[in-house]
RNA sequence: GGGUGUGUAGCUCAGGUGGUUAGAGCGCUACGUUGACAUCGUAGAGGUCACAAGUUCGAGUCUUGUCAUACCCACCA
């Protein structure tokens, strides 16, 4: 027997260890259906589970266990993220705990450390995984860094190498000042700060007196400049272009250029260009050859190209501006709202510099990845984020990829003493290679820089399958089906996938990408650690049950659309849950178990066959939703059949069916409610692994795990399904006979039994109970004056279980008036259709396929109309 | 500046291709909880679907505009 109580944390840890250890969770090779594979977004492996995960974790889960049940070959692939920066990062803060810097230790000394550390709390997402119910297999569990995995990341970084498609330049790029390493565009972000627009002047040269003036909110980099620069449509300034003049303090000489990028309209028209520390200035520059003049040591201090030599950016932005004081020439100081680029991670202020650094061609790969999306070999799920990826990916920039960090893929580049490159797999044939150069040994070094982490996620799609070794699983599970993950990692992580993905495997790493939203706190804020608003998914699961939360999480994912996180809401599925775990504990109570030779399709009570054809229509509601990645519309349409038709109206209506003593109807009721429940636990596996797990192996003697179940078919069974109208016919025609049997005058109320009866009582009973409840309303009879007799009841409970109580239709001649309403209405519809199809200029001018699918609607309205009528005349009589 | 969304009940949100009386959960009110229910049931109140114009027999849904709001990208000397 069912404990009294639904206690999640009773069974769901213990169900999951047998999940994992009777390997459940590998995919069914033997299976002659199509393979369906997802792989996880490796999620950082210093990270905790957060709320985001939980959400993207179960959708995934749900699609797996989805189509594990449809009995394809299915495999879940996990894995984690090295996450460079990151990692370093947390390791770093660990050991400054201790007052160790990396530098104490030695960069092998360093990585040996985080290795260490990744072994001892490397585990702990993955562990969190488990408790959520993620169905991984997880003896096929990655990680970026193993060396399969590194492998394949060296063998496609020498091919793009060989292929031209990664190469060293010098350029200008964004400098994490904190973190010592160049950094991807998307790494930087932009945030509002309270700047100042300095308003300084420039002496001409030779001319005494003369000056440009300029406008800069970063004066100190002013002694990187190399020009002034002013527009040729600029009627004040111009005639000062093809002089020079003169930086103050270096008393350096530069000349006054003409550019369209000095706006005369910004500033005071004529603009500073430091062509190593800005961007703009950089292209510039370039226009004009002007020289570069880097002024920054790559720990942001200012170099000895400036008088400030070994201060910071903000000591030396104090010290100019005090010197061009003295020099009397600062004009003024404005307060200036500003967006300042910073570093995602460090959250320091990154500065554009100067170094070399490692590209991948992205414009070249872009191509083909534009192009499958383009063609539909790859479609997002909305649609609309196509756009996005257009955009991005029609604008893209070379991609940085070398990062002056210790943990992480080093490069597979080797310097010979001259400086040559060569690019192998490994040393051993890099050597080969520069012997077979240089005709002679010599001694080479290793590029120390390691690969931005997104490099190796880019290939995760095949790496993980195998690749490069010929592999079953290469073969079976590549494309993947679906990958599923947040917006905010589009461009981070699904554009490289595509990229890298196209340029090797020449496929799609994945057929479809189903985008979601963010999670956010219950006002609708972004959850941050630093607002302090986030929430602990393991609390919540600690609190709720893990099938709570994941339900949760399915009933709000609506395409397109953030979630709020709702605690009440959350409580409230746990309800559903412990509501259908006492449905199931009514169940074993009555001895609700499949009779032998029972079959859903030769039922015979009006109840049964009415919840068989309701169960049909949830199943099919689930399977279509599922298929169109409709999350909230599947997951409500089990809340709603499991809640509203199964809990609310089918159990009380078979309450006196078992209580009482027709035991053909008993038995039938009894195997019809297993068989539902069945259905019910099969359908909503997906979303609530844990408790319907628990009651499938709680309720009956099994052949199969559910996990295993096979998702049902619509074609399984045939019931006769019954609309409103009829359920309505068929009830009040067994309330006449009924009234009849039992003599029972006409304008009395239906009977009602209690010990004590009273009026009040009376009307308690019709509250509780449905069945009386409907007939009470449906007759609207005056008080029953006569004797109630126990009998009575026992013989109107016994018997109305034949009737079906119908929400809503109990009142005829509202019911009538509905239908009329409607016929009117679909005459209308009716002479709307007739005219535009009789119109000349709408049949020969519009789409062919217009005009047929008007004529469709119109022959959809016609049997519409036909049927309305038919019900008018069915309750013509009542 | 460019782009993409969103605006529906007190709150949080659903409302494929226009078509009955616009829905759910929570909250609220009333009544009841005796037989699956750490609760549950029944009933109810609550909406000019942001605003305006248009297309249509018919608009929450389509078009245009306005307002509000969120996010993304770029830039701001």
């Given amino acids: 027997m069912l404990e009294k109580n639904y206690n999640p944390k009773e069974f769901e840890e213990k169900i999951y260890q047998d999940w994992e250890t009777s390997g459940d969770f590998k995919p069914d090779m033997r299976s002659d259906k199509d393979a369906f594979s997802i792989v996880i977004p490796p999620p950082n492996v210093t990270g905790i589970l957060h709320m985001g995960h939980a959400l993207d974790d179960t959708l995934q889960d749900i699609l797996i266990r989805y189509n594990r049940m449809l009995g394809k070959k299915v495999l879940w692939q996990p894995g984690t993220d090295h996450a460079g920066i990151a990692t370093q990062m947390v390791v770093e803060r660990n050991l400054a705990k201790e007052g160790i810097s990396k530098h104490d230790l030695g960069r092998e000394k360093f990585i040996e450390t985080v290795w260490k550390w990744k072994a001892q709390s490397g585990g702990t997402i993955t562990k969190q995984l488990r408790r959520l119910g993620a169905s991984c297999d997880w003896s096929r569990e990655r990680f970026t860094m193993d060396e399969g995995l590194s492998r394949a990341v060296r063998k496609i970084f020498v091919s793009l190498y060989k292929d031209g498609l990664i190469y060293k330049a010098k350029k200008l790029v964004n400098w994490d000042t904190k973190l010592g390493t160049a950094v991807s565009d998307l790494e930087v972000v932009q945030k509002e700060a309270n700047g100042k627009m300095y308003y300084y002047k420039y002496p001409i040269e030779g001319e005494t007196g003369e000056y440009v003036h300029i406008a800069t909110t970063r004066p100190e980099t002013m002694f990187g400049d190399t020009a002034v620069a002013i527009s040729k449509d600029n009627e004040k300034l111009k005639h000062l272009i093809g002089k020079n003049c003169i930086i103050p303090i270096i008393n350096k000489v530069i000349p006054i250029i003409a550019d369209e990028h000095a706006d005369p309209e910004k500033g005071t028209g004529a603009v500073k260009i430091t062509p190593a520390h800005d961007f703009n200035d950089f292209e ?499 008080a029953y004056d006569g004797d109630i007799t126990p009998d009575m009841v026992q013989s109107v409970f016994r018997e109305s279980t034949m009737l079906m109580p119908l929400k809503g239709v109990v009142d005829f001649a509202a019911e009538k008036e509905r239908l009329n309403k409607e016929l009117a209405n679909v005459n209308k519809f009716l002479e709307g259709y007739k005219k535009k199809l009789s119109n000349p200029s709408f049949v020969e001018r519009a789409p062919a396929a217009v005009v047929a699918e008007e004529r469709r609607r119109q022959s959809e309205a016609e049997a519409n109309k036909a049927k309305l009528e038919a019900a008018l005349e069915r309750i013509a009589n009542f």
């Fill in 284 to 782: 510039v520059g370039k226009r004009h050859n002007l020289p570069l003049v880097n002024i920054l040591n790559k720990d942001g201090t200012l170099n000895e190209n400036t008088p400030f030599n070994g201060l910071n950016t903000q000591e030396a932005r104090k010290k100019t501006i005090e010197k061009l004081t003295e020099l009397g020439l600062m004009d003024k100081i404005e307060d200036h709202p500003m967006v300042i680029p910073y570093g995602d991670r460090s959250g320091v202020v990154i500065e554009p510099l100067m170094t070399d650094q490692w590209f991948v061609d992205a414009p070249t790969l872009a191509k083909e990845a534009i192009r499958v999306v383009e063609d539909g070999e790859m479609e997002f799920v909305p649609k609309s984020y196509e756009k996005t990826y257009f955009e991005w990916m029609r604008n893209i920039q070379p991609w940085c990829i070398s990062r002056q960090l210790w943990w992480g893929h080093q490069m597979p580049i080797w310097y010979g003493p001259d400086g040559h490159i060569f690019c192998e797999e490994d040393e051993e044939t890099a050597q080969k290679a520069a012997d077979e150069f240089y005709g002679k040994r010599e001694e080479l070094t290793r590029e120390t820089d390691v690969l931005d982490t997104w490099f190796s996620s880019g290939i995760w799609a095949f790496s993980t399958l195998g690749w490069p070794d010929k592999s079953e699983y290469l073969d079976t599970f590549y494309p993947t089906s679906v990958l599923v993950t947040g917006f905010d990692i589009i461009f981070f992580w699904v554009a490289r996938m595509m990229m890298m993905s196209m340029y090797k495997m020449k496929q799609v790493p994945f057929r479809k990408c189903y985008i979601h939203g963010l999670v956010r706190d219950e006002q609708g804020r972004k959850m941050s650690k630093s607002k302090g608003n986030t929430v602990d998914p393991m609390e919540t699961i600690e609190k709720y049950g893990a099938d709570a939360l994941r339900f949760f999480m399915a009933a709000m994912e609506t395409q397109g659309r953030d979630i709020n996180l709702s605690e009440a809401r959350i409580a409230g599925y746990r309800n559903f849950a412990t509501k259908l775990w006492n449905a199931a504990r009514f169940g074993q109570m009555n001895e609700c178990v499949m009779q032998n030779g029972y079959s859903a399709d030769k039922v015979e009570l009006a109840v049964n066959k009415w919840i068989i054809a309701k169960a049909q229509e949830a199943t099919q509601e689930v399977t279509q939703n599922l298929n169109d990645f409709r999350f909230s519309d599947a997951a409500n349409a089990v809340y709603q059949f499991v809640w509203g038709s199964f809990c609310d109206w089918y159990i009380e209506m078979i309450k006196p069916i078992l209580y009482g003593e027709n035991e053909k109807d008993k038995s039938e009721t009894r195997s019809t409610f297993a068989w539902v429940l069945d259905r019910i636990l099969v359908i909503l596996h997906p979303f609530m692994p844990f408790i319907t797990t628990e009651l499938w192996n709680n309720t009956a003697q099994r052949s199969v795990k559910l996990i295993h179940a096979p998702w049902p078919k619509d074609e399984s069974i045939d019931v006769e399904a019954m609309n409103d109208i009829d359920w309505a016919v068929e009830l009040i025609s067994n309330i006449r006979s009924l009234r009849a049997e039992m003599n029972i005058p006409a304008g009395a109320k239906p009977i009602v039994y209690l010990k004590d009866a009273n009026a009040e009582s009376i009307k308690h009973i019709e509250q509780f109970n449905p069945i009386i409840c409907t007939l009470a309303r449906l007759e609207k009879l005056s």
